[in-house]
């Protein structure tokens, strides 16, 4: 389980950034590690701000979904209540 103060949980990038593609190799790689485990690559501060930033991007788009979903089932649910009721949307 993730906790949001010190995540120790490696597989939940509910909070930060913890992996990456290794620019070597295009496997996966822990972005703690200072070298690639497969290939031995060094994994550059600037290959893991992008990955922090393609992170952001993601994150940011998994919200916009969440919240659209959200205001659709809201909206699905109000009509439910009105057509329960009887009452029509002007």
């Known amino acids: 389980m993730c906790t949001?103060?010190?995540?120790?949980?490696?597989?939940?990038?509910?909070?930060?950034?913890?992996?990456?593609?290794?620019?070597?190799?295009?496997?996966?790689?822990?972005?703690?590690?200072?070298?690639?485990?497969?290939?031995?690559?060094?994994?550059?501060?600037?290959a893991k701000e992008e990955a922090r930033a393609l992170w952001r991007l993601r994150r940011e788009e998994s919200k916009r979904i969440q919240k659209e979903?959200?205001?659709?089932?809201?909206?699905?649910?109000e009509l439910a209540k009105n057509l329960k009721t009887g009452e029509t949307a002007v």
């Open 69 to 77: 979903k959200m205001a659709k089932l809201k909206e699905e649910e």
């Open 4 to 46: 949001y103060a010190g995540c120790v949980n490696m597989n939940c990038e509910r909070c930060k950034a913890k992996w990456m593609t290794c620019p070597g190799c295009g496997n996966r790689a822990y972005m703690e590690f200072s070298k690639c485990r497969a290939c031995g690559t060094e994994l550059t501060a600037e």
